[in-house]
């Protein structure tokens, strides 16, 4: 494939999604060297994910060894997201992923990208995500890599029960609305960046605030496989539609 052509994904959640849309990922990630010239994965590709120094964490290991695969045939690169920031050296070290935590500058041909998760940037103070409150500060990450993995892993799981609220539609419109305003301020003062890309409010967009420049947010891949292409001259949005499960065996004729 000649010309550049990268796919975005954002806001899988794995290890929280239902296991279809997991295998559809995994579907996706076996047919993008088909699909396109390069990965971009846009934060919260996990539900949660922690880099212990000897350890990965298991829910996630599908994904992961998919990932480090797919990077040995075309380049990958990953933005962490509230839920999954703590990747320390394993994405570059181990996976061949080149990973930014909080936002990575990349190249479509003679377009520049700026990508970041986008979180904490339009909440309002106070109302950051459980996530942070348990592992975004150094020390209690320092803390919290000396848990046993079991221990660690199943106090975040009953903390994102208690913590986590469903958002209305209008909270998530709003929400996004929000993000929009931001992202096209940013880009009116930035006039480096041609594509300014954002995950985490989950609602897909593709607006132009100025000839030539725009705000895009490939919504999630949790829903329904939403993600994104962009090349020097196109940006899409898109769904993924995996191949159809195979048939259940009919009955044997008594
Ligand atoms: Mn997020």
Redesign the pocket.
């Known amino acids: 494939m000649t010309e550049p052509r990268l796919l975005i994904v954002a806001?899988a959640h794995i290890g929280g999604a239902p296991a279809e849309s997991e295998a559809a990922l995994l579907e996706f990630l076996d047919a993008a060297p088909g699909m396109g010239s390069a990965l971009l994965i846009l934060?919260?590709l996990f539900e949660f994910w922690f880099a212990y120094s000897r350890v990965i964490p298991r829910r996630g290991f599908r994904v992961a060894a998919s990932l480090a695969k797919l990077a040995r045939v075309m380049p990958v690169s990953m933005v962490g997201?509230?839920?999954d920031r703590w990747g320390k050296a394993f994405w570059s070290e181990d996976a061949g992923v080149s990973y930014g935590r909080r936002e990575l500058e990349l190249r479509v041909g003679r377009r520049r990208l700026l990508a970041l998760?986008g979180?904490g940037i339009t909440e309002r103070p106070g109302r950051s995500s459980w996530t942070h409150r348990i592992v975004g500060h150094p020390l209690t990450s320092a803390a919290f890599g000396l848990l046993h993995p079991n221990l660690g892993f199943g106090l975040v799981d009953r903390l994102s029960f208690l913590l986590s609220r469903r958002q209305s539609l209008a909270e998530r419109e709003r929400y996004a609305a929000g993000q929009r305003r931001w992202a096209e301020s940013r880009l009116a003062g930035d006039p480096a960046i041609d594509v300014l890309v954002m995950?985490?409010s989950h609602m897909p967009a593709l607006t132009e605030p100025a000839p030539g420049r725009f705000y895009l947010n490939p919504g999630a891949w949790l829903d329904e496989g939403s993600y994104a292409i962009v090349t020097e001259d196109t940006i899409e949005l898109c769904r993924f539609t995996p191949a159809a499960p195979p048939p259940h065996p009919t009955a044997a004729p008594r």
């Open positions: 806001d934060g919260d997201g509230n839920h998760h979180d995950g985490h």
